[in-house]
């Protein structure tokens, strides 16, 4: 029984044996207890939103600038410390600060997941 209905419950009781000041203070209790829990759900949701940002910018965090290898004639990077291996989407990267891969449905085309960036990789 969460506090609210545990107070609900209390002021039906002082209702019933007609305590009409228990029954009022229980309802100014009552009446506290939507503030406090209101209260918590905004707060809740601003931590939810600052854990959010958090998680990118450990994201952002992971890239040293002096690792990234970009190509200006394709829209991907890699990094150097990976073997240049992995193709990153630099737009998703340069706007939104997101680390995301290309993928390859086929073996030429490949496009990013997010922004739907796309280009043929016949050379690279
Ligand atoms: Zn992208």
């Known amino acids: 029984m969460s506090f609210y209905e545990a107070l609900k419950d209390a002021a039906s009781l002082a209702k019933k044996v007609d305590n009409i000041e228990l029954y ?10 939507l503030d406090i829990q209101s209260d918590n759900s905004e707060k809740q949701k601003r931590i939810n939103e600052l854990e959010s940002e ?9 890239i040293n600038a002096e690792d990234v290898v970009q190509d200006t004639n394709y829209p991907f990077f890699t990094l150097e410390s990976e073997g240049n291996k992995i193709k990153y989407c630099s737009n ?4 939104n600060g997101k680390i995301v891969q290309f993928s390859s449905p086929n ?3 490949r496009m990013c997941p997010m922004c739907n ?5 016949r050379t690279r």
């Open 92 to 95: 998703c990267w340069r706007n």
């Open 24 to 33: 009022q203070k229980l309802l100014d209790l009552q009446a506290q207890a």
């Open 107 to 109: 073996g030429v085309h």
């Open 117 to 121: 960036t796309s280009y043929l990789s």
């Open 54 to 62: 958090i998680s990118r910018l450990k994201e952002v965090q992971k």
